[in-house]
């Protein structure tokens, strides 16, 4: 998407900033779950 933007600016929209924003909000919250998941199990691990 971003590189979508580079090459043509006329794409800049702010429906289109907005979906790049959820986008990314999307993956910053899926990968702190995900790191949230690993430090869980990691310490599940240990304990037992």
Do not use: D
Request: aromatic share 6%; with cysteine; net charge positive.
């Amino acid at each position: 998407m971003l590189s979508r933007f580079l090459v043509s600016p006329t794409l800049f929209t702010e429906e289109a900033v907005a979906v790049a924003k959820a986008a990314t909000n999307a993956k910053i919250a899926t990968c702190s779950i995900a790191i949230f998941q690993a430090m869980v199990v990691s310490a599940l691990g240990l304990l037992s």
